[in-house]
């Protein structure tokens, strides 16, 4: 169901329960008056939007909330992001210094989610030798490419860790995904 569809279905849902509360409750309840007033404001300022989509009343739907054509999330998928990749390793700032890190000096990886409120973001904190460590998330640009290169280096690593960490929802389920010590010999 494309945006105009939906408003105008909700727009005629609303003017549904207001006319259901002017003719069926109690008028003398507070209450009553509250749901009408709600529902019908609802109501007009859907309706509009449907007829007149420049009204300024509805904000039109923001850039960042757009979803991402095929093309444009293999785009971003494919992108190495803040990442420069080596041989043995990677680069990428912290703290604004080009930071170097091998992947045999990787220490620790963690993975853990953050509540957001209406949506959860996985994160990442790697600990690396001589005090090295960084946290990335789901939105850092390079993310799913950084990803890709610590499953192929550590095998140790459950391919389906961000799946395991995603659910349930809204629960931190910070899980350490490679520990070095642990998982030698």
């Not at 105008?8 to 009408?36: N, P, R, Y």
């Not at 993310?143 to 391919?159: A, C, G, T, V, Y």
Request: proline residues 2%; glycine residues 6%; aromatic residues 14%.
């Amino acid at each position: 169901m494309n945006r105009k569809t939906s408003d105008l279905f909700a727009g005629i849902l609303c003017s549904g329960f207001s006319i259901v509360g002017i003719t069926i409750m109690d008028k003398s309840e507070l209450i009553t008056w509250v749901t009408i007033v709600f529902f019908g404001i609802g109501a007009i300022l859907l309706l509009l939007r449907y007829f007149n989509p420049n009204s300024g009343f509805l904000p039109k739907q923001k850039e960042y909330y757009k979803k991402l054509t095929d093309e444009e999330f293999m785009e971003l998928y494919n992108s190495n992001g803040i990442f420069t990749y080596h041989k043995n390793g990677f680069e990428l700032q912290i703290e604004d210094k080009p930071t170097k890190i091998e992947w045999n000096e990787i220490k620790k990886l963690t993975a853990y989610k953050v509540d957001l409120f209406a949506t959860d973001e996985i994160r990442l904190f790697l600990e690396a030798e001589n005090g090295k460590q960084f946290e990335i998330s789901e939105s850092t640009e390079g993310w799913f490419q950084f990803n890709e290169r610590l499953k192929e280096q550590f095998s140790e690593i459950n391919k389906n860790w961000e799946i395991d960490i995603a659910v349930p929802a809204f629960e931190r389920k910070e899980t350490e995904i490679y520990n070095r010590i642990k998982n030698v010999g």
